[in-house]
């Protein structure tokens, strides 16, 4: 009797909990919290993510210390958390940025609009869009550091796949070709456009032209590495609607108090005295007598300390003054640390230590609201110059896309700030110059110098197109304490983070044994 009565007690206690549970789903969920987003939200996060300038002073420190000084444009002279690109050093702190930010806040949530929009035939074009950003993000990181987690990258996210494989560089470009192709032949203005998008705000035409200079720019990739594809991919990327030609159609994110420009954050906050216009740069532009010059850089004649840069006057009968004119800049030299930086410094017009060096003019040229440029009109009409040159484009001469890149690069400077504009006298004085028209037998040198000068501020865009073309023809890194010195003096590739051969090691260490030692001077299929 007592375990039929206990059986009854348990039956009564499964019929109350049971009871209780109705409507339990209804009432804990909120009627008035979003219970999903609209994966729109999350090609937004991806595109403003894809800043090459980053969102904040940690993501802007990448193209800082490490491409734009391998490049030889931007360099600062202190070592510890801000060592690489100017000491051709390893940094666990600046090398692994690109890593970070593109896995984690681009590829993650490219993934998720991919996973989410695949076989919604209502939403195609946000798929196709998605597509085209994370094949943009794809090659900076390929480019950067070689062979990568590719095809289960981002899994963690939605498949719970937190120990992705990684794929060869080689087959990665194969993909990133397919995936641009594709995308752009299936975006279609007659299915629901994305008029939320921040980059072009659904204009399915500007989308195309978009990612059809992606393909040119990873068809020209391939110069080297597979000159039969390079060519075929050209010649796919030029069908219509074809490539951003007009500054109108640029790709660009656009910075703002929320979301500011990370170079931008970082030069204008605690760093503004650490980095400084690179003397390779600034020689090459006042050589030539670039007005671009006079857009970029600033002076602070005599400074000693950051202070002394924020106290300078424009007037040259001060002890400490500005001076913005091409003549008064000086670049600190390739390699300095700042004890040799205050030394050279102290011959400079008007004294002072390695504060008096040139910089980005903070007030005008790179301000927190400063775009962030994804692909310009500058960069595809070079490309097309090079193109033409080697044959792989036919209709416009190669001297007209020439001519065409430099000047778009010169009225890019006005989108900086009024102030920085180069007035349409001083842009046909530039390329009607001699040195400045295209001639027979030094193309590349030429194409590959102003495609230098027209990446400016893209850094990883400007280090892979060194490495690819082989000008500017810099001199190798003077610094003693290089890494590469005895490898033909230039970085090649950034190591992979250190954290992730901790966790990921044994499909880090394959990739370290397919591809070569985990070192700065490793060369890339890309680039052999």
């Not at 005008?364 to 080697?390: D, M």
């Not at 890494?483 to 983070?497: H, I, Q, W």
């Amino acid at each position: 009797m007592k375990k039929i009565f206990n059986l009854c007690l348990l039956a009564l206690a499964l019929v109350v909990i049971s009871s209780c549970d109705d409507g339990f789903d209804a009432l804990n969920t909120s009627k008035v919290a979003a219970t999903t987003n609209d994966p729109v939200l999350m090609l937004n996060s991806a595109i403003i993510s894809s800043s090459p300038a980053g969102l904040n002073p940690g993501s802007g420190t990448s193209t800082l210390s490490y491409e734009a000084a391998l490049v030889q444009q931007i360099i600062a002279s202190n070592g510890g958390v801000i060592a690489g690109g100017n000491w051709n050093q390893k940094s666990g702190t600046n090398g692994p940025l690109n890593w970070i930010n593109y896995y984690q806040n681009v590829v993650r949530f490219t993934n998720d609009v991919i996973t989410r929009t695949k076989t919604d035939a209502n939403r195609t074009n946000l798929y196709n869009m998605a597509r085209i950003i994370q094949a943009h993000a794809f090659m900076i990181l390929t480019e950067t550091y070689g062979d990568i987690p590719y095809t289960e990258a981002g899994g963690g996210y939605t498949s719970s796949n937190f120990f992705p494989k990684y794929d060869t560089q080689q087959s990665i470009y194969d993909d990133i070709i397919k995936e641009l192709t594709e995308a752009v032949a299936n975006l279609d203005a007659s299915v629901k456009v994305e008029t939320s998008d921040v980059l072009y705000k659904g204009n399915i035409t500007n989308w195309k032209k978009f990612g059809n200079s992606l393909l040119l720019r990873a068809g020209m990739r391939l110069s080297k590495a597979n000159p039969t594809k390079a060519q075929a991919t050209v010649a796919v990327a030029l069908t219509a609607p074809g490539v951003i030609l007009v500054n109108a159609d640029n790709a660009f994110v656009a910075h703002d108090g929320n979301f500011s420009n990370g170079i931008a954050a970082t030069v204008t906050g605690t760093e503004y005295a650490t980095y400084y216009l690179a003397k390779p740069f600034v020689d090459a532009l006042q050589s030539t007598n670039d007005p671009r010059l006079t857009s970029i850089a600033i002076r602070y004649v005599g400074a000693s300390s950051g202070a002394d840069q924020n106290t300078a006057i424009n007037t040259p009968t001060a002890t400490l003054y500005t001076d913005k004119t091409a003549a008064g800049q000086y670049g600190m030299p390739m390699g300095s640390d700042d004890n040799s930086a205050n030394g050279a410094a102290a011959s400079l017009p008007g004294g002072g230590k390695y504060q008096a060096f040139s910089q980005m003019d903070r007030n005008r040229f790179i301000k927190r609201g400063t775009p962030g440029y994804l692909v310009t009109a500058a960069q595809c009409n070079l490309l097309l110059a090079e193109a033409t040159f080697r044959g792989w484009a036919t209709g416009t001469p190669a001297a007209t896309y020439f001519t065409a890149g430099i000047t778009a690069h010169m009225n890019q400077m006005a989108s900086y700030d009024p102030s920085s504009a180069i007035s349409a006298t001083a842009i046909s004085n530039y390329v009607a110059a001699p040195a400045n028209i295209l001639t027979p037998g030094t193309e590349l040198q030429q194409i590959g110098y102003q495609y230098w000068i027209a990446s400016f501020l893209d850094g990883p865009e400007a280090f892979a197109n060194f490495r690819r073309i082989g000008f500017p023809a810099l001199a190798p890194n003077p610094y003693p304490g290089s890494e590469v010195k005895d490898s033909g003096g230039f970085v090649n590739r950034l190591a992979y983070p250190v954290s992730e051969i901790a966790v990921n090691t044994a499909h880090v260490q394959a990739a370290i044994a397919a591809q070569g030692p985990d070192e700065l001077a490793t060369k890339m299929w890309l680039f052999k």
